[in-house]
């Protein structure tokens, strides 16, 4: 059992899940808002030995030297690596912390987003006539997901189930999946110079779209981006995106790298995650930041 619990911001966690926290420490505390720096994060922590955190503050090395009770970090968001993540898991690991993080808890929710925008971008219920002067269906696009992940995977699934032709790029190929979905592997110049519409699913600070990329994708494109992240260069996608005929979509602002572009006429977003944000969501991740604790609880008996 823990002695204190602090979680120094908000979670997305469900009521019942908050309160099975109580069964976990003697002391539980909920900060409701987000601290401003290292030293209002250092004295939320205080003399605590879990702290539990979203994806909106940083846990960095001053403040794990700071806290000296440390001994679990509980991500309630999600973890890919150490390097993208907003927790210092080497300086964690040399002070015999551990850090727990979780996966693949909203990636339904990119998924429904994806085909929302796009269903009501081919079907022109704008009435704008920016894709073409005829309304086209999903099963008219070549489409190419980069990155197959848990999240490039089911956008692949389920565009694959609207009746696009669908391809990949990954840095490793994934052969079952190809089966699976039937999919087509293609490297990266292929996929965005072959597909109408593109569709990044690429992990924190990975950059695979540059400007030999942007180059060749020429005549009527879109590009969806529900990355953490641009998941491009910025000069020669701006290039791009002011070209005829391109589309960009992303859900949230940081997505398009510049937030002025979203001025544009051709740049689409809803300024919210689409993952991680549904009442099913905030279940999976209170399922598996619980578990994460137990655990660690079990292997300390």
Partial sequence: MFNKIVIIEPIN????????????????????DIPADDNEIIKRIGDSDCVLLSYTSKISANVIVSCKNIKYIGMCCSLYSKESANVDISCAEENGIVVKGIRDYGDEGVCEYIIHELVGFLQDYSNLHLWDSYAQ?????KCAVIGLGTSGTLIAKTLKFFGADVSYYSRTRKSDVEKELGITYKSLKECVSESDAVFLALNKNVFLLGEEEFKLMKGRKILFNTSIGPGFIQE????WLKEDKHFFFGDTLPTIGNDKLWE????FTINRSSGGKSY????RLGDKV????????????
């Fill in 13 to 32: 966690m469900l009521d019942v899940y908050l309160k099975r926290l109580n069964n976990l420490a003697h002391d539980v505390v909920y900060y409701k």
């Fill in 137 to 141: 269906e999903i099963s008219s696009l």
């Fill in 236 to 239: 020669p996608f701006e290039k």
């Fill in 264 to 267: 544009l006429p051709n740049t």
């Fill in 280 to 283: 099913n969501a905030y279940k």
């Fill in 290 to 301: 619980i578990k994460n604790m137990l655990d660690y609880l079990e292997e300390c008996k």
